[in-house]
């Protein structure tokens, strides 16, 4: 059998799970939000990347029905959270597409009675290749709820500059790639300047993701990057492990 065999069985059968990814703030030192990130334990390959299912469910189309899943199960969830947090969600093109993706955050919303202010959705710059007219009237009827829009994987696609003038995006995730030698190459962090300042003079705020290690960690907050996530702090985790008491402590 094949793995869109496999995924349209698992979908049915309950093999996805979110995990969730801790956003930190570096003013505060407190937690932010979450990031939910899709997870699939096959009954006999184990676990399956999403790296590996996520494009051959974009290829078939199931992505659709699986992303409007997890939009319900990660409001669901995030709503049982501190009424600070956030909780950010990955949207593919698929759900783009035809305006799927309105519906689904306006239903995902009713349902769970979620305050679409602490939603963000992550979506990249190649989604907004295809049809960026009809991309953006769709984001800007999203932001109209209130729903918050990031730009994930910054720096990664085409045409960076062009969608950052197109789309009042409000925050702008700075791609690991230029985070992991930020302490041995000068261009990296010659960049992550550059994209902070652009974002600062832009409104939007901005993350930094893959942070593994304390002098990553410290050229980041040098900088005034606003959040940061990886490693560093938590890879992501199941929704029961997640250290939601000793964030109501605070
Ligand atoms: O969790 P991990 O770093 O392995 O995720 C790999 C890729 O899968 C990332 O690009 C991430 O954006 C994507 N991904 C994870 N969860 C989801 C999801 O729920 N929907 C979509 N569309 N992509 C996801
Ligand atoms: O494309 P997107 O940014 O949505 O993907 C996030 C992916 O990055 C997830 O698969 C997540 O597991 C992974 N990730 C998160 N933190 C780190 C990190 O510190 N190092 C590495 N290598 N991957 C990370
Ligand atoms: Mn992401
Ligand atoms: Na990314």
Same mark, same amino acid.
């Given at each position: 059998?094949?793995?869109?065999?496999?995924?349209?069985?698992?979908?049915?059968?309950?093999?996805?799970?979110?995990?969730?990814?801790?956003?930190?703030?570096?003013?505060?030192?407190?937690?932010?939000?979450?990031?939910?990130?899709?997870?699939?334990?096959?009954?006999?390959?184990?676990?399956?990347?999403?790296?590996?299912?996520?494009?051959?469910?974009?290829?078939?189309?199931?992505?659709?029905?699986?992303?409007?899943?997890?939009?319900?199960?990660?409001?669901?969830?995030?709503?049982?959270?501190?009424?600070?947090? !956030?909780?950010?969600?990955?949207? /593919?093109? #698929? =759900? $783009? @597409?035809?305006?799927?993706? +309105? *519906?689904?955050?306006?239903?995902?919303?009713?349902?769970?009675?979620?305050?679409?202010?602490?939603?963000?959705?992550?979506?990249?710059? !190649?989604?907004?290749?295809?049809? /960026?007219? #009809? =991309? $953006? @009237?769709?984001?800007?009827? +999203? *932001?109209?709820?209130?729903?918050?829009?990031?730009?994930?994987?910054?720096?990664?696609?085409?045409?960076?500059?062009?969608?950052?003038?197109?789309?009042?995006?409000?925050?702008?995730?700075?791609?690991?790639?230029?985070?992991?030698? +930020?302490?041995?190459?000068?261009?990296?962090?010659?960049?992550?300047?550059?994209?902070?300042?652009?974002?600062?003079?832009?409104?939007?705020?901005?993350?930094?993701?893959?942070?593994?290690?304390?002098?990553?960690?410290?050229?980041?907050?040098?900088?005034?990057?606003?959040?940061?996530?990886?490693?560093?702090?938590?890879?992501?985790?199941?929704?029961?492990?997640?250290?939601?008491?000793?964030?109501?402590?605070?």
């Amino acid at each position: 059998r094949d793995l869109e065999a496999d995924m349209r069985v698992a979908f049915a059968g309950g093999q996805f799970a979110l995990h969730y990814q801790p956003l930190h703030r570096l003013d505060t030192d407190a937690i932010a939000g979450f990031e939910a990130l899709l997870r699939w334990h096959h009954p006999e390959r184990g676990n399956v990347p999403p790296d590996v299912f996520i494009p051959i469910a974009e290829q078939s189309g199931l992505i659709v029905q699986i992303g409007e899943w997890v939009l319900r199960e990660a409001l669901a969830e995030a709503a049982t959270w501190p009424k600070d947090l !956030t909780v950010a969600v990955n949207v /593919s093109a #698929a =759900q $783009l @597409r035809g305006g799927e993706l +309105l *519906r689904q955050v306006v239903s995902a919303l009713s349902t769970t009675g979620f305050d679409p202010r602490r939603l963000e959705l992550e979506i990249t710059e !190649t989604m907004l290749m295809e049809d /960026s007219e #009809a =991309q $953006l @009237r769709l984001l800007h009827r +999203l *932001r109209a709820l209130g729903v918050r829009i990031a730009l994930d994987d910054f720096g990664t696609g085409y045409s960076s500059l062009n969608y950052l003038r197109a789309f009042p995006f409000d925050k702008i995730k700075i791609d690991r790639c230029f985070v992991t030698d +930020l302490a041995r190459n000068d261009e990296s962090g010659a960049i992550v300047e550059a994209v902070l300042e652009l974002a600062a003079k832009l409104n939007m705020q901005t993350i930094a993701e893959g942070v593994e290690d304390t002098e990553q960690l410290a050229r980041l907050r040098e900088r005034g990057c606003e959040q940061v996530q990886g490693y560093l702090f938590s890879r992501a985790l199941p929704a029961s492990d997640l250290p939601i008491e000793k964030i109501s402590r605070k």
